[in-house]
């Protein structure tokens, strides 16, 4: 878990840069360190002995995830948001997981985590219905 919360503590300093910048006025600091936050608090909860398991629907096997790199950018769909994370399998295999997150009151919630589901983030980006935040 300590690699997990090294990659949050580089998340937000990108975030410190990006804001200083003049980058990203959409989303205020709080809100995107609090996305961040709830992304990494969802992987770690769902997490068994720092793996994240995922049954792939396909082929019914139980595929162990690692976390690798959380991306800084922030996408919106409407009230909600979008952000991805790297991760590798047990056999090296890259596995992009998109993570779907709406807003509780004065935190985020993980709706839904769509793993190797890219092309559905793909198809809302070109339909219009997700767009860049930040």
Do not use: W
């Given at each position: ?57 396909a ?12 991306h ?5 769909m ?49 339909a ?7």
């Open positions: 878990m300590s690699r997990i919360r090294r990659l949050l503590v580089a998340f937000v300093a990108g975030l410190q840069i990006c804001v200083l910048s003049g980058a990203g006025h959409a989303l205020s600091l709080q809100d995107k360190t609090g996305l961040q936050a709830a992304m990494q608090r969802h992987v770690d909860r769902q997490s068994v002995k720092g793996v994240y398991l995922h049954l792939d629907s082929t019914g096997e139980v595929r162990r995830l690692h976390p690798v790199t959380a800084p950018m922030i996408m919106q409407g009230e909600n948001f979008v952000m991805c994370f790297d991760f590798r399998d047990s056999a090296e295999k890259k596995a992009e997981v998109d993570f779907y997150l709406a807003r509780k009151g004065d935190t985020f919630v993980v709706f839904h985590a769509g793993v190797a589901e890219r092309d559905l983030l793909k198809r809302l980006m070109q219009g219905k997700v767009t860049r935040a930040d």
